[in-house]
Every structure is written in C-alpha cells, then in structure tokens.
T-cell receptor, first 113, second 119 residues
Framework: TQLLEQSPQFLSIQEGENLTVYCNSS?????LQWYRQEPGEGPVLLVT?????EVKKLKRLTFQFGDARKDSSLHITAAQPGDTGLYLC?????????????FGTGTRLLVSP | DAGVIQSPRHEVTEMGQEVTLRCKPI?????LFWYRQTMMRGLELLIY????????DSGMPEDRFSAKMPNASFSTLKIQPSEPRDSAVYFC?????????????????FGPGTRLTVL
C-alpha cells in the first residue's frame, strides 16, 4: 500500500485546458512537496506547503494543502506543452524522520499543442 | 552552482558485470540520497547518508547493491553482479539538512540520473 496516492495516473489534454491532480494519504504530513520531472531529467522541486489549508501560487500553478494535512492538490490553469511531465508529491514519512521523503505514485501529464 | 552531478548518464552492461554509479552532491549539503526509478515501481529510496554516514539502507534490494560516501563531495552506488532486473534509472539527490535549512531543510535536489541497462 502506497502512503501517498496520486490521481489521476495519466492525463492527456490540449493546450489551454485546466486540470487538477491530487495527492492523498490516510496519514498526516508535517509538510508536502511537489516536484515535476521532465523526460530524461531528475525531479525538480516546485513548492513546499507546510500549513493546513495553505495555498501557494507559482504562475499558472496553484498548490493547496488540505486542512487536515492529509492531502494536497495541484491546479494548472491554461496548460501549456511545457507543463508536460511527471508530477510527484512527497513528504517526510511518519516515524521516518524529517529528511526521508515518501514519494507519491505520480501523475503523468501530456499537454498537446 | 553546478547542481548534483551524476556519471555516467547512460550505462549498458551485460549480466554479471560490475556497475559503479557516481554522484557529486551540491556543496554544503549534509544529506545524500540514492533512488531507483522504474515504470512499475516508481521512485524508490535505496539508501541515504548524513554527513557521509549511512543512515538508512533498508531500501537496498539485496547484497549485490552497496553504496559508499568516502567524503562530502563523492558517493558511489555499486551493483555486483548486475542482473537484467536492475535495469532502471538511478538518481542521486542531496538536501541541506536542518543545520542550515529551516523549513527548506529537506527539499531535495536531484541529479540528471544514470540510465542503466543490463542485458
């Protein structure tokens, strides 16, 4: 059983569409991070959310941490081909220490022109 | 800053051969992580170090895998003997650590990865 479940697993959309991906857990996380991994590269950190209910914006990307700190969402407005990649959420696992991150199952996004 | 550096970027070898992957973390980072990524299993943590000391190797698949960090700027992951099921992309990542990072202390910076193919 994965500690962090992401949905959907795959998403293929047209340029200009909006989308939301989800990261869910039955456990409480002290913080959650979102990474984007482009083909042939390593994951790159996008944002860290710490406070329950926190909303962070990064240009067309909006990240939200659930009030109970068990889930998070990423909303992309007017998606562009450059948004294509694998989106991963991650957080310090319960009882594993602050540095050891648990990574989610990932959402693979394809944005076509 | 050059970021995390990994070598080689691609490795093709035959079953039974020894494979050594190399990593140079970001200078000043206290933590170094080795991950393996496959389509089936996603991103898996193999081992991580703090100040060159292995902290948790519970993700290392079996005795064929070993990792070392002889100094703060270099780490290796060795597979001996290699098997076809070891084919994957191996990532190295580093993080600052609590001493200097605050809430950003566990944000990880990944290298470009080594794509390993074992025939």
């Amino acid at each position: 059983t994965q500690l962090l479940e992401q949905s959907p697993q795959f998403l293929s959309i047209q340029e200009g569409e909006n989308l939301t991906v989800y990261c869910n857990s039955s456990s409480v996380f002290s913080s959650l991070q979102w990474y984007r991994q482009e083909p042939g590269e390593g994951p790159v950190l996008l944002v860290t959310v710490v406070t329950g209910g926190e909303v962070k914006k990064l240009k067309r990307l909006t990240f939200q941490f659930g009030d109970a700190r068990k889930d998070s969402s990423l909303h992309i407005t007017a998606a562009q081909p450059g948004d294509t990649g694998l989106y991963l959420c991650a957080g310090p696992g319960p009882n594993t220490g602050f540095q050891k991150l648990v990574f989610g199952t990932g959402t693979r996004l394809l944005v076509s022109p | 800053d050059a970021g995390v550096i990994q070598s080689p970027r691609h490795e093709v070898t035959e079953m039974g051969q020894e494979v050594t992957l190399r990593c140079k973390p970001i200078s000043g980072h206290d933590y170094l992580f080795w991950y393996r990524q496959t389509m089936m299993r996603g991103l898996e943590l193999l081992i991580y170090f703090n100040n060159n000391v292995p902290i948790d190797d519970s993700g290392m698949p079996e005795d064929r895998f070993s990792a070392k960090m002889p100094n703060a700027s270099f780490s290796t992951l060795k597979i001996q003997p290699s098997e076809p099921r070891d084919s994957a992309v191996y990532f190295c990542a580093s993080s600052l650590g609590r001493s200097g990072g605050g809430r950003r202390a566990n944000e990880q910076f990944f290298g470009p990865g080594t794509r390993l193919t074992v025939l």
